[in-house]
């Protein structure tokens, strides 16, 4: 059985960091990409970051030069470290584990950036 569980969100200020944490098991993990994505209130799921399994990743221009992506293929874990962090990124922001043929989702983890 697949699952993907997410952790590490909360509330922040404006300016704040927060980690998130990602644990996948169920699957081979070195061989998926992990991604982070988030979905805002009246908005559509957006990709954050994402981190493939030969070490190539992307992130979203909002994010640039504050948030970053690594992978721990020995924990099968996937974490976010998110700095600077703004109200704009409140969201809930879900991991995901894919291949072709293959997508798995985690149940999400609030983050809410407020004073």
């Known amino acids: 059985q697949v699952q993907v569980v997410e952790s590490g969100g909360g509330l922040v200020q404006p300016g704040g960091s927060l980690r998130l944490s990602c644990a996948a098991s169920g699957i081979l993990f070195g061989l998926y990409d992990m991604g982070w994505y988030r979905q805002a209130p009246g908005k559509e799921r957006e990709l954050v970051a994402r981190l493939g399994r030969g070490g190539s990743s992307d992130y979203a221009d909002s994010v640039k030069g504050r948030f970053t992506i690594s992978r721990d293929n020995a924990k099968r874990t996937v974490s976010l470290q998110m700095n600077s962090l703004k109200p704009e990124d409140t969201a809930v922001y879900y991991c995901?584990?894919?291949?072709?043929?293959?997508?798995?989702w985690g149940q999400g983890t609030q983050v809410t950036v407020s004073a």
């Open positions: 995901n584990a894919a291949l072709p043929g293959a997508s798995y």
